[in-house]
C-alpha cells in the first residue's frame, strides 16, 4: 500500500526546546512531517542559543529568534508576539517545550491546530494532546518524533537519526576565523557540560588523551569547543597540554557547528555538542557517568559510547551525591584512547 502524501501548502510553526542536544534530536521530526507534505513551510522559533542548530537543518525555511527572557513570562511581549505569528497565518504548530509559556504564544497568535505533549497542564492550549508515561520515559528520538503522527500509547519505531548539514563555504569560513589552515586534521574535544560537573571527565584526564595524541600523531591540531562558561576548565588543560588549542567562548555555536563538521573525531562529555557532532556524522568518543545514554545517546553509527554503568549511575544529578565521582574517574584515560585511535585518518603520506 502506498504512502499517502499531502500536497497542500501548509505553513507550520515548530517551536524548539531550549537546550541544543533536545534540537538536534528533534530534527527528526521536521523531516517526517516535510515527508508526509513536501509542500509545507516549516518555520521554527527558537531562542538564539539553539538557532544555529535550525539553520543547519535542511527541512527549516526560517529561524525566528525569540526575544523572550529565559524563565520569565513577559505576558505583554508574548502577546505581541503572538500577534506577528497571526498575520503570517499559520495552519499549525508543535509545541516541543513542555511549559505552559510557550504553549500560550501559538494559542494567542490563533494558530487553529496546536499540537505537543500535555506537560503543565495545557489542557486548550493544546488542542491535539500527547501524552507519555512519566515512569516509563521515551527516549528522545521517539518522543518527539511521535507528535508527527496521531496521538498512540505506540511510540514510532524506526526514527531515523538526526541530519544536520553545514557547507564547505561555512566550514572553511569557520576555520579561517580561527587561523586553521585548509586541511588540517582537527581532532575536537569538548570538556564541558551544561548540566554540572558530575557530568565532567577530568580535565586532567583530557589533558592526559591530548599528550598521547600529540605524541603519536603530532600533525594533528587538538582543539577545545564549549563556552565562556568551560574557558577555565580548557585553561586547565591547555596548561597540562602545551599546544592544544582552547576556542571556549571564542567561536560562535555556528562556526561551532562548522568547525566540529571539519572535525576527524570528538571527545566529548554528555553534552550538546556532542550530539550536534552525531548529526554532522563526525566520529564521536562519549563520556558518560551519571546520565543515561539510554536515554539521550549521541545517535550516530560511529559514536563509541563510554559508560561504566555503576552501581550508583545513573543517578542523574548535577553534583556527585557520593562525592567521589567514580563513574568518571574510573574512566581512564586509555579506555578513551583506543576508540579514538581507531576513528583517526590514516597519516599523510609525506609522514
Known amino acids: ?28 521530526l521536521l523531516r517526517a512531517l516535510k515527508d508526509a507534505n513536501p509542500q509545507r513551510r516549516i518555520d521554527v522559533l527558537a531562542p538564539a542559543w539553539v538557532a544555529p542548530v535550525w539553520r543547519a537543518a535542511a527541512e527549516v525555511s526560517e529561524v525566528l529568534e525569540t526575544p523572550f527572557k529565559h524563565g520569565k513570562l513577559q505576558w505583554a511581549e508574548r502577546r505581541e508576539y503572538a500577534r506577528m505569528l497571526r498575520e503570517r497565518g499559520y495552519d499549525e504548530a508543535y509545541i516541543l517545550p513542555n511549559t505552559l509559556k510557550f504553549a500560550l504564544i501559538p494559542w494567542m497568535a490563533k494558530i487553529p491546530k496546536r499540537i505537543g505533549y500535555k506537560g503543565e497542564m495545557r489542557y486548550g492550549l493544546i488542542n491535539v494532546m500527547h501524552h507519555d508515561d512519566p515512569k516509563h520515559k521515551r527516549p528522545m528520538l521517539p518522543f518527539y518524533a511521535a507528535l508527527a503522527g496521531p496521538v498512540s500509547k505506540t ?19 569557520a576555520l579561517g576565523r ?3 589552515a585548509p586541511g588540517t586534521t582537527i581532532v575536537a574535544f569538548a570538556p564541558g557540560a551544561e548540566f554540572g560537573p558530575a557530568k565532567r571527565w577530568p580535565s586532567g584526564y583530557f589533558a592526559g588523551l591530548a599528550r598521547l595524541l600529540q605524541q603519536s600523531r603530532p600533525e594533528i ?7 565562556a562558561k568551560d574557558a577555565e576548565v580548557c585553561d586547565e588543560i591547555v596548561a597540562a597540554a602545551p599546544g592544544v588549542r582552547s576556542l571556549a567562548g571564542v567561536t560562535s555555536l555556528s562556526d561551532a557547528l562548522a568547525i566540529l563538521g571539519s572535525a576527524a573525531a ?23 557517568g551519571p546520565t ?30 557520593l562525592g567521589h565521582q567514580a563513574c568518571m574517574h574510573k574512566l581512564t584515560v586509555d579506555l578513551a584512547w583506543a576508540p579514538l585511535r581507531a576513528m583517526l585518518p590514516a597519516r599523510p603520506a609525506a609522514l
Open 221 to 227: 591540531t587538538i582543539v577545545l569547543m564549549g563556552s
Open 292 to 321: 543515561d545514554p539510554r536515554h539521550t545517546p549521541p545517535l550516530s553509527d560511529i559514536a563509541k559510547i563510554l559508560w561504566l554503568h555503576l552501581e550508583c549511575a545513573p543517578c542523574q544529578q548535577r553534583v556527585c551525591p
Open 1 to 28: 500500500m502506498e504512502k499517502s502524501i499531502d500536497t497542500r501548502a501548509v505553513r507550520t510553526l515548530v517551536i524548539s526546546p531550549n537546550w541544543i542536544g533536545d534540537a538536534v534530536m528533534a530534527q527528526p
Open 178 to 180: 580561527v587561523g586553521i
Open 155 to 173: 511510540p514510532p519505531q524506526d526514527v531515523p537519526y538526526p541530519v544536520l548539514t553545514i557547507s564547505d563555504e561555512d566550514k572553511a569560513a
Open 266 to 288: 570528538l571527545v566529548t562529555n554528555d553534552s550538546g555538542l556532542m550530539h550536534i557532532a552525531a548529526a554532522l556524522n563526525r566520529p564521536v568518543v562519549a563520556l558518560y
